[in-house]
């Protein structure tokens, strides 16, 4: 009886569930910050190959 008594006391003093929670939310931020990243780089992206592709065609007098 002693002895599950301290294995009991033992799982709840136990801090691996609440770490790996821990580590779980923070991989979600970093994944969040990382899709919004990579969004905001697409459309720069995207802007800067428009205005290139207007300048060459600007350049070769193209419609």
Same mark, same amino acid.
């Given at each position: ?40 780089? !697409? ?17 070769? !007098?193209?419609?």
């Amino acid at each position: 009886m002693k002895r599950k008594l301290s294995q009991m006391i033992s799982l709840l003093a136990s801090e691996r569930g609440a770490t790996a929670t821990e580590y779980s939310i923070l991989a979600g931020f970093i994944a969040m910050i990382i899709v919004a990243g990579v969004g905001v780089f !697409g459309l720069a992206l995207d802007g800067y190959f428009g205005e290139l592709a207007n300048g060459v065609k600007a350049a070769l !007098g193209l419609p």
